[in-house]
Each structure stands twice: as C-alpha cells, then as structure tokens.
C-alpha cells in the first residue's frame, strides 16, 4: 500500500547538536507538510512545500530548516537543537486540489 | 491568520452516551473543516470532514454540523463504543489552499 514513512521513529540528543527527521512517500503526492504536536497544543504548522522548488513557512519555523530532495522526499532540520524541540513530529502529504491529509507515523524528540 | 478553538480538552462519557466537540474558527474565507481522529501511539487520520455548502454530514454513528455565521463547527459521536476513545482534532482552512489549522485537541475516554 502506498504510505508515508518517517525516520527516525524515536531520537534522543543533547542540546545544540543538528539533527535531520527523515520523511518519504509511495502516495505520489505533490504537497507535503511538517508538524509538531505539543501536549494541549494540537499539531502544528512547520513548514510546507507544494513541489521541489517551492517551500513555506509555517506557523512556527523559527529554529527549523527543511529540504525537498525530491517529490517524494522532505526533511527537517533542526540545526542547534533545544530542550523546548522535544515534541512528537509528523510529516504529511496531500493530492493536488484534494483536501485530506495523509500522516506518516511520527518522530518522537527528545532534546537533553 | 485563522486561529481555531476547540473544546472540550478533555470528555468523558459513558460507553452508549453521545459525545460533543466544538469548534470555532475566525477566518470568514475557510470553508473546509475535516475532523482527524489519533489512537494512541498512532498517527492523526481522517473521520469526516465538511464544506461550507453545507451543514451536517453523517457517516453511521459520525456527523459533523456547520455554523457559517457563528463561525463554528461541531462532531457528534453516537452510540459511544471504547474503540472511540481518542484524541479528536478539528481543523480549518481555505478550500484549495491545502494548508490546515488544527484545534488544541479533545482526549475523548469513554467508560464501559
């Protein structure tokens, strides 16, 4: 079945190292989003791209990069990572003129 | 920007009961507001989602009503079974501009 897969699943680091979170698809989907999700916050606008050669902001990019390698391939950064970083990350994807999102299964974060 | 407000953040009902989560949003131009449901340790997915050509939507024991001029919407659950405890998520956006804004979440628990 065509999906959403993110990598790592769980990652453990210490303040001020860089990290990469790893998202790839098989839906053959154009659009692709990164979140986070706080406790009592709900999810979370990052960043989004709508093809290779177009990225967005989001609510809350500040201390975060991304990087759309390819149609199927979108990562964040985060290059001096901080305690506050530790969240649960999602990546995501939609069709073109299609409103629902599809969700991968989540990066868990820890920042030390 | 939208902001959307959702409450409860927390519901308990008895296993048969009905369930209520209301949202607001404060955007006049969003006209798509989908409803995603996360177990726990999974990832957000799709339950029902609503246009703003029309009110109420059903689908077996879900139905989701819109308010245009309250700027709010709302998802019903009948018939409350324990697979429906959850975290629940609105969210809004412009039709097309494939870019949601979530709601802080509602932790639905239902007791048998």
């Known amino acids: 079945d065509a999906d959403v897969t993110q990598t790592p699943r769980n990652r453990i680091t210490k303040t001020g190292k860089r990290i990469m979170l790893e998202c790839s698809q098989t839906?053959?989907?154009?659009?692709m989003y990164w979140y986070r999700q706080d406790p009592g916050l709900g999810l979370r606008l990052i960043y989004y791209s709508f093809d290779v050669k177009d990225i967005n902001k989001g609510e809350i990019s500040d201390g975060y990069s991304v990087s759309r390698q390819a149609q199927a391939k979108f990562s964040l950064s985060l290059e001096s990572a901080i305690p506050n970083q530790t969240a649960l990350y999602f990546c995501a994807t939609s069709a073109p003129a299609r409103d629902e999102q599809f969700f991968g299964p989540g990066t868990r974060l820890t920042v030390l | 920007g939208e902001n959307v407000e959702q409450h409860p953040s927390t519901l308990s009902v008895q296993e048969g009961d009905s369930a209520v989560i209301k949202c607001t949003y404060s955007d006049s131009a969003s006209n798509y507001f989908p409803w995603y449901k996360q177990e726990l340790g999974k990832r957000p997915q799709l339950i029902i989602d609503?246009?703003?050509?029309?009110g109420e939507k059903k689908d077996q024991r879900i139905a989701v009503t819109l308010n245009k001029t309250a700027k709010h919407f709302s998802l019903h659950i009948t018939e409350t079974q324990p697979e429906d405890s959850a975290v629940y998520f609105c969210?809004?956006?412009?039709?097309?501009?494939?870019?949601?804004?979530f709601g802080q979440g509602t932790r639905l628990t239902i007791n048998p």
């Open positions: 839906k053959g989907h154009d659009r």
């Open positions: 609503i246009r703003s050509n029309v």
């Open positions: 969210a809004a956006s412009v039709q097309g501009a494939q870019k949601l804004v």
